[in-house]
């Protein structure tokens, strides 16, 4: 089990990408920023490394997906084991963010740099 502060060291990264052009307001900044931190917190350590969640909208969560893993399959191991946990995902997510907030995840895939 990975320790909680190598969880922690992964929301501020998180944190950083989604606030760019992001609005100096603080709710609109958390409203903004709250998609990527559940997600970090959600998905956990291995996953968030190489993911980030790009926003929510209509009850849909778009996750960017690193196409450069160590499997060299452009995402795909990485896309199908999220799907295998994807139900634990939503309820994880849906109780940071709201009942029902996330009825499903979108993925898409690029070279992610941390």
Known sequence: MQPFSDLLASVPRAAQRAARGVPESAPALALAL??????A???G???AARSRALGLRDGVLR???DAETDAGDGG???RRQIESVA???RAALNTMLGP???QRLEFSVSTIVP
Do not use: T, Y
């Open 45 to 47: 350590p291995p996953i």
């Open 76 to 78: 795909m191991v990485l």
């Open 63 to 65: 996750v960017e997906l």
């Open 87 to 89: 139900a634990e995902l």
């Open 41 to 43: 917190l959600a998905a």
């Open 34 to 39: 709250a998609p990527a931190l559940a997600w």
């Open 100 to 102: 029902q907030q996330v």
